[in-house]
């Protein structure tokens, strides 16, 4: 019964942080959501940040646990740089969340740059693998290219753009990651790099594209 009202208790803080923010979450709304009264939030947590701790580490946990498992699942250097820039562009926190994370729990902010610092540094050793084995361009330089990606994605993974798209996230990531690495492929893994998308994300790939 208290694991139950434990993780009731840590969906409903999970929700609300998501969309109104840790600030603009109070224990009163969490327990309401919760279906249980303040007083047994209180005594089954010591506060609201210890709340929110719980919550970053968890997700924290599986962005890392999922990281390593996309670096352990291919030896193909295209197709690992393909899922971690999509994932890389899916957030595990709100942007909301981020920001009071940011402002009121700076040890915790410090944990979630660690682990962004890490899958930028997993991409630079692939981006540099690929380059080794003849994938991509070994003349263009790798902080370029994982700038230019990044920079890509959070652009147009951002909610204001999403909504005023007509396309799914699947298919701007798609799209970007084939322009991208249209760019940065030799010639002869271009049509590889079109595979590799159409594989992940069940598209052809971008229709303006050609080699």
């Not at 920001?99 to 540099?128: A, N």
């Not at 893994?189 to 079109?194: D, E, G, I, S």
Request: net charge negative; with cysteine; charged share 25%.
């Amino acid at each position: 019964m208290a694991d139950t009202t434990r993780e009731k208790i840590l969906g409903s803080a999970r929700s609300l942080f998501g969309t109104r923010g840790m600030r603009g979450t109070t224990v009163d709304a969490i327990a309401h959501r919760a279906g249980v009264s303040k007083r047994t939030v209180y005594e089954t947590f010591t506060s609201k940040d210890e709340i929110a701790r719980l919550i970053v580490e968890e997700a924290l946990g599986l962005f890392e646990e999922n990281m390593r498992r996309i670096i352990q699942g291919s030896d193909d250097p295209l197709e690992k740089l393909m899922r971690l820039s999509h994932f890389y562009a899916e957030p595990q926190l709100s942007s909301k969340a981020l920001i009071d994370l940011q402002r009121d729990l700076p040890e915790l902010w410090e944990r979630v740059e660690k682990v962004e610092t890490g899958i930028l540094q997993e991409m630079q050793q692939v981006i540099d693998e690929g380059k080794s084995q003849g994938v991509f361009d070994a003349g263009l330089s790798t902080d370029i290219i994982i700038g230019a990606l990044t920079g890509a994605l959070r652009t147009t993974m951002a909610p204001e753009f999403l909504l005023n798209s007509n396309h799914s996230i699947e298919d701007v990531s798609a799209s970007l990651f084939e322009l991208i690495t249209l760019g940065i492929c030799c010639n002869s893994t271009r049509r590889r790099a079109r595979s590799a998308c159409a594989r992940a994300y069940g598209t052809g790939g971008s229709s303006g594209a050609r080699d």
